[in-house]
């Protein structure tokens, strides 16, 4: 059973770099979320998408972008890294908003 | 604005000990679901509680949910290094979850 998955685990950039993360889930889930996490600060929402072709913005949105295009899969996308976006990034899934959500193993982004 | 605060922050006890991390809001929740996180991992679900005034248990590990569905606590018996991890509670909000700071538990050997 894979669950969530995220690709890559690990990755360094550049400032000013582009890059995409993947999360992919198996559990035909409605509703996915990107979140961020750094010490202290718990996990705080970035987009999420309550279907297949919607996204909504979450607490801290700004300098992320995200697409919904297959159920199955919901990218996060930072069309310019800055130093501010270092974290853990986690991806989650749930059948519905309320209900407890299945997380990813995280990706761990470090950018120079 | 974080709706949920959990205390302490960090708790490191020695293997035997009893521990309690609370969770805490001035909303009222229809439930809270609390979540464990081992370094490394993304954070898994251990129990929802519904009802206020719920009591449930899960092997050493009790839920309680305030009576009027603002706070819960955990509490664990006779803790084990197995249980080192970061405790997480989380409350429905619209579409999403608002999810506290989180509580870092060391159980020593």
């Known amino acids: 059973n894979a669950g969530v998955t995220q690709t890559p685990k690990f990755r360094v950039l550049k400032t000013g770099q582009s890059m995409t993360l993947l999360c992919a889930q198996d559990?035909?889930?409605?509703?996915m979320y990107w979140y961020r996490q750094d010490p202290g600060m718990g996990l705080r929402l970035i987009h999420y998408?309550?279907?297949?072709?919607?996204?909504a913005k979450g607490e801290v949105p700004d300098g992320y972008n995200v697409s919904r295009l297959k159920k199955q899969n919901f990218l996060l996308g930072l069309e310019s890294a800055a130093p501010s976006q270092t974290s853990v990034y986690f991806c989650?899934?749930?059948?519905?908003?309320?209900?407890?959500?299945?997380f990813g193993d995280g990706t761990r982004l470090s950018i120079l | 604005t974080q709706l949920l605060e959990q205390s302490p922050q960090f708790l490191s006890i020695q293997e035997g000990e009893n521990l309690t991390v609370y969770c805490n809001s001035s909303?009222?929740?229809?439930?809270l679901q609390w979540y464990r996180q081992e370094p490394g991992e993304g954070p898994v679900l251990l129990v929802t509680?519904?009802?206020?005034?719920e009591v449930k248990k899960l092997k050493r590990l009790t839920f309680q949910f305030g009576d009027a569905r603002k706070d819960s606590s955990l509490h664990i018996t006779a803790a084990q290094p197995g249980d080192t991890g970061l405790y997480l509670c989380?409350?429905?909000?619209?579409?999403?979850?608002?999810f506290g700071a989180g509580t870092t538990v060391t159980v020593r050997a």
């Open positions: 989650a899934s749930t059948r519905t908003g309320n209900q407890p959500q299945h």
């Open positions: 998408s309550v279907g297949e072709g919607t996204t």
């Open positions: 509680v519904v009802t206020g005034g």
């Open positions: 989380a409350g429905p909000n619209d579409y999403k979850l608002s």
């Open positions: 909303s009222v929740f229809s439930s």
């Open positions: 559990m035909n889930h409605e509703y």
